[in-house]
């Protein structure tokens, strides 16, 4: 990067210093807090403020079944971002070739852990699961009906809980609510 005049530009009229690791940091952190999604039809039916995309049928019955004590989604994927941000295991399997959280703390108890992910653009960022073993939606939702595999660790909100074809697919319409099209589309992140 120091063999680009434009970086050592950019970094002392931003930061009043050459380029190092601190600008570059910083940098990239600024960039990275710049990528908020926050338009999507979901967004928009929870704001009155807002001219609202108006949520499908389909969708605002997938929102409620998401948002349910049968589902129990929002236990994990809550708040703004739609995800509570701790480390979890969701029973993908019994055993597991990533260790996940136990490989930094060496702790039992974070044996298979791992962070809870945004839903937001979720329809856009297949494939599914720490390990991309999951190639659907669909997919993902069958896992969860099942109840999962047993784990020592696993979250004990992870149920089994039945839903028939249309259910499913209303969830799913819900979850392609949360996409941002104003967002993936914003020509700033283009190239």
């Known amino acids: 990067l120091s063999a680009d005049s434009t970086y050592l530009e950019m970094a002392q009229k931003a930061y009043n210093r050459s380029l190092d690791p601190y600008s570059i940091v910083y940098a990239l952190s600024c960039f990275e807090r710049s990528f908020i999604s926050g338009q999507s039809s979901y967004d928009k039916h929870l704001n009155p403020n807002i001219i609202a995309d108006e949520m499908s049928e389909s969708a605002l019955s997938g929102m409620d079944i998401f948002f349910s004590e049968n589902t129990k989604c929002s236990n994990c994927h809550n708040g703004f971002n739609l995800t509570n941000y701790e480390f979890k295991n969701n029973g993908l399997y019994e055993k597991y070739e990533d260790e996940g959280r136990f490989r930094l703390t060496g702790l039992e108890t974070d044996r298979a852990l791992f962070k809870t992910p945004s839903l937001r653009n979720i329809a856009l960022t297949a494939p599914y699961m720490h390990d991309g073993s999951f190639s ?48 993936i589309n914003n020509p700033l992140f283009s190239n």
């Open 136 to 183: 659907n939606l669909n997919e993902v939702i069958e896992h969860y009906m099942t109840g999962g595999q047993n784990h020592p660790n696993k979250n004990q909100d992870i149920q089994p809980f039945t839903l028939n074809e249309k259910e499913k697919k209303d969830l799913i319409s819900f979850l392609e609510s949360l996409t941002d099209h104003s967002f």
